[in-house]
């Protein structure tokens, strides 16, 4: 069986990713093997901590998002400072007596290595040595909304959805931004305002404070209109950033209850983010603010409306 390589951190999975296991399927054919070899932390949470990106994706998110790409098999790199001090003909070598490659597919700036010392030119050289095929795919590009014309690249990724960008973020990734976490205990205040919200404890990127509309997905698959608050909550008196989840559903007009089918807190949840819908805000009163909710809960009706996904469509409320 013909085994194609990819090798790198593949955070976000972004469409240049995609491209790359796409390529190593065409070079081994339907009956062959692609492996893709992901470091899990990024290298620079050992080398330079300070500097280390901030997360697109958990591990399981990449493993599941590259093996929807096409991988057959997603392992695991720990960058090791051992790993990470190889040469770049010893890291190669080893991963060729380990898989046997028929080929290594990377894209243009693929750096490997101590010191990312070895490039694609390296490779190639390495893989006349050494018994594979290198090849390197072009980079992906994409048209954002202001039609600004940019690589897909996980840096990209990072600095729409930094900005708040969602829509073009999901350009970029071939996919809606999706943050996972787990439900913690918080204020309670959404409770007082008949506006529950599940606090999302993740560590994963947030995006640019603000409300977004989204889908919030539960641990049965279940999927629900949401509205998603990320920011300081000047209003309450501000503290550290966050993400607030309320999850819109048809309660019958009875007072606050737990969602169907996960205990109050420590469940897993999903939240598909789709449209920015206003910067986050300082109001003179309660009132005010909870006008401006409302006006924000019909944005995120309107916004979901083009978006609702086909699948358990029965199960939202928009």
Same mark, same amino acid.
């Not at 620079?44 to 697109?56: S, T």
């Not at 991988?71 to 190669?92: N, Q």
């Not at 966050?242 to 969602?259: F, I, K, Q, S, Y």
């Given at each position: 069986?013909?085994?194609?390589?990819?090798? %790198?951190?593949?955070? *976000?999975?972004?469409? %240049?990713?995609?491209?790359?296991?796409?390529?190593?399927?065409?070079?081994?054919?339907?009956? =062959?093997?692609?492996?893709?070899?992901?470091?899990? !932390?990024? !290298?620079?949470?050992?080398?330079?901590?300070?500097?280390? !990106?901030?997360?697109?994706?958990? /591990?399981?998110?990449?493993? +599941?998002?590259? &093996?929807?790409?096409?991988?057959?098999?997603?392992?695991?790199?720990?960058?090791?400072?051992?790993?990470?001090?190889?040469?770049?003909?010893?890291?190669?070598?080893?991963?060729?007596?380990?898989?046997?490659?028929?080929?290594?597919?990377?894209?243009?700036?693929?750096?490997? #290595?101590?010191?990312?010392? #070895?490039?694609?030119?390296?490779?190639?050289?390495? *893989?006349?040595?050494?018994?594979?095929? $290198?090849?390197?795919?072009?980079?992906?590009?994409? @048209?954002?909304?202001? /039609?600004?014309?940019?690589?897909?690249?996980?840096?990209?990724?990072?600095?729409?959805?930094?900005?708040?960008?969602? &829509?073009?973020? +999901? &350009?970029?990734? *071939?996919?809606?931004?999706?943050?996972?976490?787990?439900?913690?205990?918080?204020?309670?205040? %959404?409770?007082?305002?008949?506006?529950?919200? @599940?606090?999302?404890?993740?560590?994963?990127?947030?995006?640019?404070?603000g409300v977004y509309a989204g889908w919030a997905v539960l641990p049965d698959g279940a999927r629900f209109t949401a509205a998603v608050n990320v920011g300081t909550r000047p209003v309450?008196? #501000?503290?550290?950033?966050?993400?607030?989840? /309320?999850?819109?559903?048809?309660?019958?007009?009875?007072?606050?209850?737990?969602?169907? %089918?996960? !205990?109050?807190?420590?469940?897993?949840?999903?939240?598909?983010?789709?449209?920015?819908?206003?910067?986050?805000?300082?109001?003179?009163?309660?009132?005010?603010?909870?006008?401006?909710?409302?006006?924000?809960?019909?944005?995120?009706?309107?916004?979901? =409306?083009?978006?609702?996904?086909? +699948? +358990?469509?029965?199960? $939202?409320?928009?």
């Amino acid at each position: 069986m013909k085994t194609a390589l990819t090798i %790198g951190n593949f955070d *976000g999975v972004h469409l %240049g990713h995609q491209a790359l296991v796409k390529r190593a399927r065409e070079q081994v054919g339907a009956q =062959g093997h692609v492996v893709a070899l992901v470091f899990d !932390p990024h !290298p620079m949470a050992v080398l330079r901590p300070e500097l280390e !990106p901030a997360r697109l994706m958990n /591990h399981a998110q990449r493993v +599941a998002a590259l &093996r929807e790409a096409g991988a057959d098999m997603v392992d695991r790199l720990e960058p090791t400072r051992d790993l990470l001090s190889m040469s770049p003909e010893a890291f190669i070598r080893a991963k060729v007596e380990r898989y046997h490659p028929a080929g290594i597919v990377e894209g243009d700036d693929f750096h490997f #290595g101590k010191g990312r010392a #070895g490039t694609v030119k390296t490779l190639r050289e390495l *893989g006349t040595r050494l018994g594979f095929a $290198c090849e390197v795919v072009p980079p992906v590009e994409i @048209a954002l909304d202001d /039609h600004q014309i940019v690589r897909a690249s996980s840096t990209m990724a990072r600095w729409l959805v930094s900005h708040g960008r969602v &829509r073009d973020a +999901a &350009r970029v990734l *071939g996919r809606p931004y999706t943050i996972e976490g787990t439900v913690v205990r918080g204020d309670r205040r %959404g409770r007082e305002l008949d506006l529950p919200t @599940a606090n999302l404890e993740t560590a994963q990127l947030l995006p640019a404070d603000g409300v977004y509309a989204g889908w919030a997905v539960l641990p049965d698959g279940a999927r629900f209109t949401a509205a998603v608050n990320v920011g300081t909550r000047p209003v309450f008196g #501000g503290g550290a950033r966050r993400m607030e989840v /309320h999850v819109m559903r048809d309660t019958g007009g009875n007072e606050w209850a737990p969602l169907p %089918g996960v !205990p109050e807190y420590g469940w897993p949840l999903r939240v598909e983010l789709i449209a920015w819908v206003r910067d986050d805000l300082m109001f003179d009163s309660a009132a005010t603010m909870m006008h401006q909710i409302s006006r924000d809960l019909a944005r995120c009706r309107a916004e979901l =409306g083009a978006f609702e996904p086909s +699948a +358990a469509a029965g199960a $939202c409320t928009a």
